[in-house]
């Protein structure tokens, strides 16, 4: 039996249903990785069906393929750039116009596909009933109907995708047609760039330079600056007859198709009551309710992650303390003993109680709420808030958990759709005090100076997110963004593919986090056995002892901080030989030191988070930002407090 | 084609009460910036002539909650200002 090796592509507005059809089709092979050279996330997954081998790759949920974010254009280029065999388009039913928009534009790549109508049990109960057939023959590609949490149609819908492969390409895709006046001048902007060489299709390459694709325009312009001066006249022409931009006129235009299609297809009966979905939005969004509603889910939320994540946390520290101690009798205490007990198992150990007791339950609940249609609603009602920290109400959920802890928070940066509002959400939420910062702070400063301190501590941290927050806003580069996101009706999420979801990708996060945290401990432990830490304390002098006014062993308290931030003060006691810190500190020193711990830089962990979030760049950036910004606030903050006791 | 502007009123988005529908006529773009803007807003769906329904805005002059082609849209008031549509006798 020949093996037939096969790429199919998933691609979809979000929310349609898309990753539960992943997970179904591929199991549990899969992998989740970022898009080279990007952060897009990038999920893949190995199918064997009838012989095929089939590999599949979920292209992110979007709207549209222009170059608004970056999902759109990786998932273009990747259509067009490595040509899967099929790419199966998954559809809500239960919205067509919408979801057919971007069907149509999938079209226009002209490469082979087919509809995987899904959701069409929730079309049913809306009262929507849809003519496959009929939409089959509209769109002239094959349509299967499914719904992908049940398993149902499933079958028939690779049936179909191979049955479809297998037959020989049209030499001529069909494609629907825009009015006369866009028409002709698309035809005339095809005879311009047919022999150009480029991986999109010609019509495709004419449609984008008359909807003023920036990508496109900018290549064809090195290629042949002229076309683009001819694109510049015949836009205006149409932005004459149609007395709109000609962007506008096109997607207009494209919309009007969609929904035709739509009509067509579907016929519209009473709806079978939802009540429940329907009066859950109402409530959820109501002006008091609402927010009831959301602050006693964040309770909920926290007190369990955190509940669930110390246990467990103390738990694993436990067992792992066990395992050193026998390791430390097993391989004596000469230099290697100590490197692998004291610095590798410190920095398994390091890892594991942050990754699996606060990660795991982060991510459950993350994708729990995003998939029931909750974060939406937070969002809606937080917008306003976040606009005072120059972002929007999507960001709200990422900076909240940054409270518990920094890594899960950046992790959840990810659910922000440009480039740029990604990079400021995990910038402000790496500012935010973690539960190990606070440690340092009700620790430090609480316990000795009281807790109006430690209060107003907190206070200086929000404020200074707000002022840097904003001079991110201003100086970041890019467009600023409106929210603007769909409202999905409320669903039970499918658990299986939540699991999944949460499995595979705290395996990504412990793979790019584990060799930077035991790396990390290795060092630092082989830097106290060669007895480097004294030498540092002196090079450091400088800038602790007279910058900041601390004792010179601060600056090694703080290097061990980037391992666990409460390592800060634990070493602070160790290396001082008291944790009568009263003794041996004068309160500004309290004050300066846990000002400097609360900023300086995002703990190993998060700095991994930040890398898989934003890519190595901006998180040494923001890493090393922040330790300047720490140090020059501190000795600030050490001359203020100076000149008025 | 001789355009009929009588009896329409041309507001902000942001100017109809819960409830109300309107006409999209057109959307406010500043120079230069603002292009992602109005292609966010035209591929979800808010084209000019397409008819939009406000179902409520979000407290403390937060988003709105509209209602564009059969789904449930949340839109940041900043862009709904620029948004303008036509209410009145169509």
Request: hydrophobic share 50%; aromatic share 8%.
């Amino acid at each position: 039996m020949k093996t037939n090796k096969l790429l199919f592509a998933l691609a979809g507005n979000a929310n349609v249903g898309k990753s539960v059809l992943f997970n179904y089709l591929t199991g549990l092979h899969q992998h989740i990785g970022n898009w080279p050279g990007k952060t897009v996330e990038r999920a893949e997954g190995t199918l064997h069906y009838k012989g095929c081998t089939i590999d599949i790759v979920d292209l992110p949920g979007i709207y549209s393929l222009s170059t608004y974010s970056l999902e759109e254009l990786v998932s273009r280029k990747y259509i067009a750039v490595n040509r899967p065999d099929l790419v199966i388009n998954v559809v809500d039913a239960s919205v067509l116009e919408r979801n057919l928009f971007f069907t149509l534009q999938l079209i226009e790549l002209e490469i082979p596909m087919i509809v995987a109508l899904n959701q069409m049990d929730i079309a049913k109960k809306k009262g929507i009933q849809i003519d496959v057939k009929k939409l089959e023959k509209l769109l002239g590609i094959p349509v299967m109907p499914t719904v992908a949490v049940k398993g149902v149609g499933i079958d028939r819908l690779l049936e179909k995708a191979i049955e479809t492969v297998k037959k020989k390409p049209p030499r001529k895709y069909a494609h629907f047609r825009y009015g006369k006046e866009i028409e002709e001048r698309i035809n005339t902007l095809i005879e311009m760039v047919r022999n150009l060489p480029f991986v999109y299709p010609e019509r495709y390459l004419a449609i984008k330079l008359l909807e003023g694709d920036e990508e496109i325009e900018r290549e064809v312009r090195r290629r042949d600056p002229k076309i683009v001066s001819a694109v510049d006249r015949l836009v205006e022409e149409i932005r004459n007859i149609h007395e709109h931009t000609c962007s506008a006129a096109i997607v207009s235009e494209r919309y009007e198709v969609a929904g035709c299609i739509a009509r067509k297809a579907q016929k519209l009966v009473s709806p079978i009551k939802t009540p429940w979905a329907e009066r859950l939005h109402n409530l959820t969004t109501h002006k008091i309710t609402g927010y009831a509603v959301l602050a006693f889910l964040l309770l909920a939320v926290f007190y369990s992650i955190f509940t669930f994540g110390d246990y467990t946390s103390r738990l694993l520290s436990d067992s792992f303390r066990s395992l050193e101690q026998l390791l430390t009798d097993l391989l004596g205490t000469g230099i290697w003993g100590q490197l692998i007990s004291g610095g590798l198992v410190q920095g398994i150990v390091a890892g594991v109680t942050i990754a699996l007791p606060y990660i795991l339950p982060f991510y459950l609940i993350l994708y729990f709420l995003e998939d029931s249609g909750y974060l939406s609603r937070i969002a809606f009602l937080m917008d306003n808030a976040m606009h005072k920290i120059g972002l929007h109400g999507k960001a709200f959920i990422p900076i909240m958990l940054g409270f518990g802890c920094n890594v899960p928070a950046c992790l959840g940066c990810r659910i922000m759709e440009t480039k740029r509002e990604k990079l400021i959400a995990a910038f402000v939420t790496t500012l935010v005090p973690c539960a190990a910062t606070t440690v340092i702070i009700l620790g430090l400063v609480g316990q000795f100076l009281g807790i109006q301190w430690a209060l107003a501590l907190y206070v200086v941290n929000v404020l200074i997110i707000l002022a840097l927050g904003r001079i991110a806003f201003r100086f970041v580069p890019g467009e600023p963004t409106a929210l603007i996101m769909e409202m999905h009706d409320y669903r039970w999420p499918h658990i299986r593919t939540i699991l999944k979801q949460t499995w595979f990708r705290l395996v990504e996060f412990i793979k790019i986090a584990f060799p930077l945290i035991i790396v990390g401990s290795l060092v630092l432990k082989l830097a106290e056995i060669l007895g480097w830490l004294e030498p540092i304390s002196s090079v450091l002098s400088p800038l602790t002892v007279m910058w900041l006014g601390l004792p010179a062993t601060a600056g090694v308290a703080l290097i061990f901080g980037v391992l666990r931030k409460e390592l800060t003060l634990i070493m602070l006691g160790t290396l001082l030989g008291t944790t009568n810190f009263a003794q041996v500190l004068t309160p500004i020193q309290m004050i300066v030191f846990t000002l400097v711990a609360m900023f300086y830089i995002p703990c190993i962990a998060t700095i991994a988070a930040l890398i898989r979030e934003l890519g190595w760049r901006k998180a040494i950036f923001i890493a090393a930002f922040e330790i300047l910004f720490a140090i020059t606030l501190g000795g600030i903050a050490f001359r203020l407090l100076t000149l008025t006791v | 084609m001789e355009k009929r502007k009588t009896a329409k009123i041309e507001v902000p988005l942001t100017a109809l009460r819960a409830g109300e529908t309107g006409t999209v006529t057109s959307t406010k773009v500043d120079n230069g910036r603002g292009r992602i803007f109005e292609k966010r807003l035209l591929d979800m769906g808010l084209t000019p002539g397409t008819r939009v329904t406000v179902v409520k805005s979000a407290p403390f002059h937060g988003p709105l909650e509209i209602l564009v082609r059969g789904s449930r849209l949340a839109l940041g008031r900043g862009m709904a200002k620029r948004i303008l549509v036509e209410t009145g006798n169509v």
